[in-house]
């Protein structure tokens, strides 16, 4: 059974930096394609960042290209989202997304999930 931890959230200041990091267990990273989904109050869950399954072809949601970064580490089985020069618009909880297809770009496409982390921004 897939279960995907998350850790590392937390509440800053606009212009700060967090890292987010999900653990990956009953799989191998390099079974399935990873990615992060943010949902703020209110709104619906969107997709922020996701690779491949060998780790390549990231891609981002236009309003983080150039200050988050996703990144693996199929030795530790574990995905991290970098997240630089934070702003108040991406508070939200940010949950953590895996398939076992190649790639998936859109949040429906995702099939496991972890529970959410909540990250807070203030201006």
């Known amino acids: 059974q897939v279960q995907l931890d998350e850790s590392g959230g937390g509440w800053v200041q606009a212009g700060d930096s967090l890292t987010l990091s999900c653990v990956l267990s009953g799989r191998t990273l390099s079974s399935m394609t990873m990615g992060w989904v943010r949902q703020a109050p209110g709104k619906e869950r969107e997709f922020v960042a996701a690779?491949?399954?060998?780790?390549?072809?990231?891609d981002y949601r236009d309003s983080v290209k150039g200050r988050f970064t996703l990144s693996r580490d199929n030795n530790l089985n574990t995905v991290s989202l970098q997240m630089d020069s934070l702003e108040p618009e991406d508070s939200a909880t940010y949950y953590c997304?895996?398939?076992?297809?190649?790639?998936?770009?859109?949040?429906?496409?995702?099939?496991?999930w972890g529970q959410g982390i909540q990250v807070t921004v203030s201006s």
């Open positions: 690779s491949a399954r060998d780790g390549t072809l990231p």
């Open positions: 997304a895996g398939s076992t297809k190649w790639s998936c770009l859109i949040v429906g496409c995702f099939t496991s």
